[in-house]
């Protein structure tokens, strides 16, 4: 057997996110039979303190000493971002903060010289994004929003099956997707405060979004179109930022539209996606960020449902997927490219645009 390619993270912020995808990279790779790749936590990093950088490793106490590709005692607290983008051991970094500093800190990482996994929404608007993916070829450096859900097997799957010449849903009429939660009401939560980036819309609105894109963008006969973009927004009495958006999607090419809403108020319960189709319709659960299963109803025929095995949270398959581009001088991944971030970024400037939500100085690009 050879060596799986092996990679060194550094983890920037020290927040819930980044708690969720540590405990992930560090569970074996053997747990999900992959084999060709593996990970190593070097450094975490806080922006506020390095108390927290320090907790953040005792939070991993047990994790690290049976993770296969660790030495116990090895990982690095820093007190500072740019602390941990100077520590030459890290390879790649992965980028946890709120929306509103990925820019920030996606461009210092690049031009310290750091391969990036940053978290969705990859930035506060496409110009950011665009600038970003720029810079990231220049510096021939890796750079990926992390849009995890796309990694997972089963849904990998049945974006192949829905693009396959063969239809098996046959033409699709239309579909409705929906992410909404109860949020705390709180004017100084991260999903209200617009110094963060707060409203649904770049939180929770980019999954029905991006599932959209998961299913049609890629279509044969939509040819990489983006869809065209009606929306509407109730903005937040609290902070004005979007509280509620519905999205309307048309694709053009493919003759149907894609309904997606989202809310800080109202949980979506049951269905999450349903996608009609001329020849049976498929069913997706909340959340539509890890859906734990999908059901295919052929019509005349019973429902089929088919699990999505998740070991962990899921989102060691975006860093596998990271390492293995990584290992082949890759600069961007086939399934989560930066066209693709680019035009869903560029979704949501329309949407935000109808909506009046801005998010100021913040969005500027630097100079
Ligand atoms: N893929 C997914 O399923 C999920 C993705 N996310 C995404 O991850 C990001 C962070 O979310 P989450 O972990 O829930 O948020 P948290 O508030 O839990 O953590 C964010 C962390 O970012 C750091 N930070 C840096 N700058 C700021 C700032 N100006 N204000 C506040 N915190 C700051 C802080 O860590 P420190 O002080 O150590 O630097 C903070 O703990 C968001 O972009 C969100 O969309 C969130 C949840 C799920
Ligand atoms: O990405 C996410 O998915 C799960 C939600 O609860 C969270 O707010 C969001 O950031």
Redesign the pocket.
Known sequence: MTTPFNLKWGI??????????TKDILMPPSTRQVTDVSHTFVAV?????ID??HQ?IKDFEADLKVAQYQTTGAVRPYGS?ADLLADKDVEVVYV???????YK?CLAALRAGKHILC???FTLNAAQTEHLCALAKEKKLFLME????RFFPSILDLQTQLNSPQMPFGRIYRTFADFSIQAPASAAH?LY?P???GGAL??LG?YPILWCFILFYRNPENTLTPPSVTASVVNSPLTGVDEQDTVVLKWDKLGFQSTCCTSLVGRTEEWALILYGEKGNVYIPHPL??PSSYTVHMHGEAHVKHQIHIPG?G?HWEADAVARSISKGELENPIMPHQESIEIMKVMDKVRKIGNVSYGELEDLEK
């Open positions: 920037l912020a020290t927040g819930r996110i980044s708690h969720i995808f990093a806080s922006s506020s303190s927290k950088a953040f971002y946890g903060s709120p929306h509103s500093d990925h800190t978290e969705k929404a992390a849009q995890w859900t991260r405060d110094k963060q980036g770049l939180d980019v960020s890890r949270q989102m």
